[in-house]
Nanobody, 116 residues
């Protein structure tokens, strides 16, 4: 499975961006899709993930500002980012994880830069 992420860019603090990540083929079985980010000099961290059934989980720093969603028919996961802060600046990676096999896939990353 290949994951293609898009939607990053440069935005001022307080602005919004919407990231999308499409899988190259239909995703079967029990799985979880999510977004991670990595800022310069820092480890990659979970931003949010969503199960096939719609259960979501967010890192505390984005709760109330970011919303993850998915369209199973389109094999796509989205991340709506509102009220962006300079500390949200990072490369954002989408992720697909299969619970039954432990297989994991990553997208190529998309840069999000928030200016103050």
């Amino acid at each position: 499975v290949q994951l293609q992420a898009s939607g990053g860019g440069l935005v001022q603090a307080g602005g919004s961006l919407r990231l999308s990540c499409a899988a190259s083929r239909r995703i079967f079985s029990i799985n979880r899709m999510g977004w991670y980010r990595q800022a310069p000099g820092k480890q990659r961290e979970l931003v949010a993930h969503i199960s096939r059934g719609g259960t979501t989980n967010y890192v505390d720093s984005v709760k109330g500002r970011f919303t993850i969603s998915r369209d199973n028919a389109k094999n796509t996961v989205y991340l709506q980012m509102n009220s962006l802060k300079p500390e949200d600046t990072a490369v954002y990676y989408c992720n697909l994880y299969y619970f039954n096999t432990g297989d994991e896939y990553w997208g190529q990353g998309t840069q999000v830069t928030v200016s103050s």
